[in-house]
């Protein structure tokens, strides 16, 4: 169990309200986040980069996804601004299951819940893999923190 990355901060401002199961997603991905993560910094241009753990701060800007990554005594670690564009279908995607989803809970059968979900999780894992070949030379995470990391990012493009 790995702790690099210590506290999350989102920044949602002009951003839509967020819906309530919008905001549970949130809750959760930076529950589980915080609770167990794998997130670091490689050396770059020969320079060293401070150790874990990190603050991370996550951010829409000029239609960018912003890593703000700070020390945990809050000194800049490393900054990377990702395209949104490889992210576009999967999320769009990953919300459309999720509205499925949400919908099905309500009124449908526990084995077609179970479809929908299996559905939402391979969407989900897809959408991790996106993030962690957008962060390659930048950060590396593994799978479990891609695919909570890629929940936050689907909150951050839902008012995007």
């Not at 915080?34 to 050396?43: G, I, Q």
Request: charged share 30%; glycine share 6%; hydrophobic share 40%.
């Amino acid at each position: 169990m790995s702790r690099d990355i210590c506290h999350i901060e989102i920044d949602d401002s002009g951003l839509p309200a967020p819906t309530p199961e919008i905001e549970q997603e949130r809750k959760v991905a930076i529950f589980d986040l915080l609770e167990d993560n794998s997130f670091t910094l490689p050396d770059r241009d020969g320079r060293e980069v401070p150790a874990a753990p990190y603050r991370l701060g996550l951010a829409i800007r000029e239609r960018r996804l912003v890593f703000d990554v700070d020390t945990e005594a809050g000194e800049d670690a490393a900054e990377f601004h990702l395209s949104l564009s490889p992210f576009r279908q999967v999320v769009k995607d990953y919300w459309q299951i999720c509205e499925s989803y949400y919908d099905a809970v309500k009124k449908l059968p526990p084995s077609q819940i179970e479809a929908i979900d299996m559905a939402r999780r391979g969407i989900h894992n897809e959408g991790a893999r996106v993030l962690q070949e957008r962060l390659e030379g930048k950060a590396e995470v593994d799978h479990d923190t891609a695919r909570r990391l890629f929940t936050l990012v689907c909150v951050l493009h839902f008012g995007g």
